[in-house]
């Protein structure tokens, strides 16, 4: 009755596992909820207002498939100031959310059994899409005791002739880890000259605690191989309002814009005013945000080095922690499963972003302090209650 490729479609846990937490809280139980990869800020209320005002103006109706020209051109203007390229309008594809983005260039780019290299572990959707299509899954490792960044040595013995898509994720989900600079340069060098595709997954470009974003875009030679993927959802808050947009060479973008037109026909008109806005607007919620999740960080971490059979990298960027948890006599997904069901805590297994996840959990904290360090108390006493040594 169906078809067969709905087999390899994977899904995301974070859903799930929130679904399972809001049943536990139908049923009484206080869970506190570090799955969610979700800004617990409201959207600036400029940005609310701006959507406002363009339902007023009568911005009720379809537009073009690719996003109207005007906020393209605003989202254009910014990628060329912040990632010191040259490009226009004609170079971004605005999407309801940013996971079009990745569906669509693979969809465009990728044939039945060409190689995908994408981290692991890394954002599910990244696998789920490769299986989907039909192409071969090349996981490139990510390592704790690499700080999260990319084996560059291992990322060379991956590429082959076969390789036609390489994902790049930095700020990283669900690691934190960041790529450096010479880091991306020695990518760029690898890659330059193959006949493959780069999709650089910049959604967390603007939650950085130190240092300055890199993108592989902008170095000589790559801009013409490269898709930006970026969006307002954890920049700004605003994961409802679904808002994402890729930044891509002119030939690519007129066929995603086509899977579009066949797809979504287009990306809520509003919607896209109320994202211009967000970008042209004062930006001083948004850094009040990344302070706030900078504190959040160091609590978090503090605390899970604290509990004994735990080890925790400080991240770099996003908002997540991806602690290491190969010290206590559980596997990852049964300890997510009894934190959420006996210890009240929703985390998720660090097998949810792929087979390189075992031995971590993921921790969002998109959350406030309060509800953090209720959280780690809760972990503690779990593990003690269950005699959860470390081994």
């Known amino acids: 009755m169906y078809a067969k490729r709905m087999e ?16 536990l809280e139908k049923q009484g139980r206080d869970i506190v909820h570090l799955e969610i990869g979700e800004p617990d800020f409201d959207t600036p209320r400029f940005i609310g207002d701006a959507a406002v005002e363009a339902l007023r103006d009568g911005y009720t109706h379809y537009g073009p498939s690719a996003g109207l020209p005007e906020v393209r051109e605003v989202f254009a203007d910014y990628i060329a100031r912040t990632r010191g390229l040259s490009c226009g309008g004609e170079h971004v594809v605005v999407t309801p959310g940013a996971k079009p983005i990745i569906f669509f260039t693979m969809l ?9 290299i994408y981290p692991d572990p890394g954002f599910p959707i990244y696998e789920s899409m490769v299986h989907f299509l039909g192409a071969r899954p090349v996981p490139l490792k990510i390592r704790e005791e690499n700080g999260f960044s990319v084996d560059l040595d291992e990322l060379r013995s991956l590429l082959t002739d076969r390789t036609r898509f390489l994902i790049l994720n930095s700020p990283a989900n669900p690691t934190g880890g960041v790529l450096e600079r010479d880091a991306v340069e020695a990518i760029a060098e690898m890659v330059r000259d193959r006949n493959l595709w780069v999709l ?8 950085l605690y130190e240092g300055t974003h890199q993108s592989i875009a902008s170095l000589p030679g790559m801009q013409e191989k490269t898709i930006i993927l970026d969006g307002h959802s954890k920049t700004y808050a605003m994961t409802g309002w679904r808002l994402g947009y890729g930044v891509m060479p002119t030939g690519l973008a007129a066929h995603v814009t086509r899977l579009m037109t066949n797809s979504n026909s287009c990306t809520n008109v509003f919607v896209q005013r109320a994202g211009m806005k967000a970008i042209q607007g004062p930006q001083g919620e948004v850094d009040t945000m990344v302070a706030e999740f900078r504190r959040r960080r160091d609590v978090i971490v503090d605390g899970l080095n604290a509990i ?12 997540y922690a991806f602690p290491s948890v190969k010290d206590l006599p559980l596997d990852s997904k049964t300890l997510a499963r ?8 929703a985390v998720l297994s660090g097998t949810a972003f792929g087979a390189g996840g075992e031995g971590f959990l993921r921790f969002s904290y998109a959350n406030s302090v309060d509800n953090i360090q209720k959280a780690l108390g809760r972990i503690s006493e779990f593990l003690q209650s269950r005699k959860l040594a470390p081994r």
């Open 8 to 23: 390899r479609l994977g899904t995301e846990t974070a859903f799930e596992v929130l679904a399972r937490a809001r049943e």
């Open 308 to 319: 004994p059979g735990m080890r925790c990298l400080s991240p770099k960027g996003a908002f």
């Open 338 to 345: 009894d934190l959420l069901d006996q210890g009240g805590v």
């Open 108 to 116: 465009a780019c990728v044939e039945e059994g060409d190689e995908v």
């Open 200 to 207: 650089s997954d910049e959604i967390y470009s603007r939650i």
